[in-house]
């Protein structure tokens, strides 16, 4: 690392009372605790740790408090910047950033035990004189963070929110992880950022090749939530009517991949959560869906939420597997325990491999945080929600054992699981539950969209959300390397042509973001003025550029950034209509500024660039 070496980067805890600061490797105690710090460095300016406690000796070891995976001291004698997100809340806020100088201690973390739940989000970075940490927390719990003014300079923690406990003998528990990367200036490490997630921490990793998250049609809210559909929902959600939905999908070129929600079980979503027998609509499962459309080639997405469990369910009658805890009628699976986690990973492969699906799609429409508290013995702080959290890790780790090819998307009432540690893992298909509705004057879904590409998209290569309408301007403010189509597929009066001219495009741009991500404008509440974000893939990229519905500017002057210097470049302007026009610049012409016209509100443009 540059600024920064692997011996900088230390972790800390107390035990016995007093504060122990340890460094990459093993540590061992005299009474056979031992700490774990590993690490692994992927390339210079980027480090991975993570803490792992262990009990070797006969007898239980004395109290573990305040567990830190990263304990940074930086020495300075500037004012330190922060820059980080505010986590999921569905709405306006979601995913907005907070920026602010460090001349008091600062103090983060989610909202009820999902990892980036309304308070908190789990990518932020710091600035200080020439230099730049950016820091990802792995953990799909509650964890915190620390940002502490000292004399001399500034201390960056990252840990668990609960960690109070004893080990037994024989224990061991593994701790959150950081993603650390250092740079420069703080917009080109966050590309850094980016880039090392996507090469060494994203199913890209280990599937090998490159990927393209699904343009999917997903129906779910439109038909089975009865939120403006042709169809009444008790015919979507049967066999025949996802057949029909695929054939009414095979009508518009550009959609691969058929999503089924929440509606294939018993009962029905949310009662239903905690039963695994099909619903009477699926009398031979979904093998005779997913055949179909593999038939077509699509690929097959089907939602899940097994940590929750409903009462009345198959599931809740087996009270021995969940926790005792209980709220508004919900209780939680324990996947802390090696018999119930087991179980749940025979169950999924069985499901996944009986009905041919391509993505696993876990959900999780409850705040565990109270569950986990409420299970923990005395003295045993954060023991529940430690060993819950592992059991999700190896969960997942099991079924991408089993089904290499398997991808998984990771929601949790929204987008609020956006951790490191699921990152490596999943993707992002459903990056807030704000895609779960049209939008309407009191919900300006579109704007939030843009909000939340400008921001996540610093950090987090592979996100997406859902589209309800076919018009340029609706689809260019969701989608990214894929798209959940919300389409009425099934009226005979659906614009099949129309859904079809923008998907293509769609599918066109998905390479670009691959590329660099430069937030153009910032990100605003306010729907008066321009957005603008550009990608930036070796010697070609996309602007994308909106005129927003009450801005009462006709133009706007776009400064193309990571152009080569003396370079020619030819330029295609995509406007609302999808019509095209092209014109060659210099570079020295790009980066005076070029001046864009879009005469209507609530309009587009898409400025591709390629240098000649």
Not at 475 to 497: E, I, K, M, Q
Request: net charge negative; glycine share 8%.
């Amino acid at each position: 690392m540059s600024f920064l070496s692997v011996s900088d980067l230390t972790a800390s805890f107390i035990y016995q009372g007093k504060k122990e600061t340890v460094t990459a490797g093993t540590h061992v105690f005299a009474d056979g605790f031992c700490a774990v710090l590993e690490t692994e460095t992927v390339c210079e300016d980027a480090a991975y740790l993570r803490l792992i406690l262990k009990n070797t000796g006969d007898q239980n070891t004395a109290q573990i408090q305040a567990a830190k995976t990263l304990d940074l001291k930086v020495v300075t004698g500037k004012t330190a910047v922060y820059h980080g997100l505010i986590g999921d809340d569905c709405g306006i806020s979601s995913f907005l950033p907070v920026d602010r100088e460090i001349t008091e201690n600062f103090h983060e973390e989610p909202l009820g035990g999902r990892s980036s739940a309304v308070t908190g989000f789990p990518y932020f970075d710091v600035s200080w004189e020439d230099k730049t940490v950016v820091c990802g927390i792995g953990w799909t719990g509650q964890w915190s963070k620390d940002i502490l003014v000292e004399a001399d300079g500034f201390r960056i923690q990252a840990g668990l929110c609960d960690s109070d406990f004893y080990l037994k003998p024989g224990e061991e528990v593994k701790l959150a992880s950081v993603l650390i990367v250092q740079g420069a200036e703080a917009a080109s490490a966050r590309r850094k950022f980016r880039r090392i997630i996507r090469k060494f921490y994203s199913p890209f990793t280990y599937l090998k090749e490159d990927m393209y998250l699904p343009t999917s049609i997903q129906c779910f809210d439109r038909y089975f939530q009865g939120m403006g559909g042709s169809v009444k929902d008790d015919f979507w959600a049967t066999e025949q009517g996802q057949i029909r939905t695929i054939e009414g999908a095979k009508k518009v070129k550009g959609l691969d991949t058929l999503w089924l929600d929440a509606a294939w079980f018993k009962v029905g979503f949310p009662q239903g959560v905690g039963n695994f027998s099909f619903a009477e609509g699926f009398p031979n499962g979904l093998k005779p869906v997913s055949d179909k459309a593999h038939a077509e080639d699509m690929k097959f997405v089907l939602w899940f939420e097994p940590e929750r469990v409903y009462q009345g369910t198959e599931l809740y009658a087996q009270p021995h597997m969940l926790y005792q805890y209980e709220q508004n009628g919900n209780k939680l699976l324990n996947l802390g325990d090696p018999a119930v986690l087991n179980w749940l990973k025979n169950k999924l492969i069985a499901m996944i491999r009986d009905n041919g699906i391509d993505v696993y799609r876990q959900d999780f429409n409850m705040s565990p945080l109270p569950y986990w508290r409420a299970e923990d013995e005395e003295n045993r702080s954060g023991i529940s929600e430690i060993r819950h959290i592992n059991g999700m890790y190896e969960l997942w780790d099991a079924l991408l054992a089993e089904f290499p090819k398997l991808l998984i998307d990771n929601c949790a009432s929204g987008g609020r699981r956006l951790d490191l540690e699921t990152a490596r893992r999943s993707v992002t298909l459903w990056k807030s539950d704000t895609g779960c509705f049209p939008e309407i004057p009191e919900q300006r879904v579109t704007a939030w969209s843009q909000n939340q590409t400008l921001t996540i998209s610093e950090y987090l290569p592979y996100h997406a959300c859902a589209v309800w309408e076919t018009d340029a301007y609706t689809v260019r403010s969701t989608a990214t390397h894929g798209v959940a189509c919300n389409f009425d597929v099934l009226n005979p009066a659906f614009d099949y042509a129309a859904a079809e001219k923008i998907l293509e495009e769609v599918v066109e741009m998905k390479k670009y973001w691959d590329g660099d991500f430069y937030p153009l404008s910032a990100p605003t509440e306010s729907e008066e003025g321009w957005i603008m974000f550009q990608l930036a893939l070796a010697d070609s990229g996309a602007v994308y550029v909106f005129r927003r519905e009450f801005s009462k500017q006709e133009s706007e002057i776009l400064t193309i950034a990571d152009l080569e210097e003396g370079a020619e470049y030819q330029l295609t302007f995509v406007d609302e209509k999808l019509a095209r026009t092209e014109k060659r610049y210099s570079q020295a012409e790009l980066s005076a500024g070029l001046k864009l016209n879009i005469p209507e509100c609530r309009n587009s443009l898409i400025v591709l660039y390629k240098k000649m």
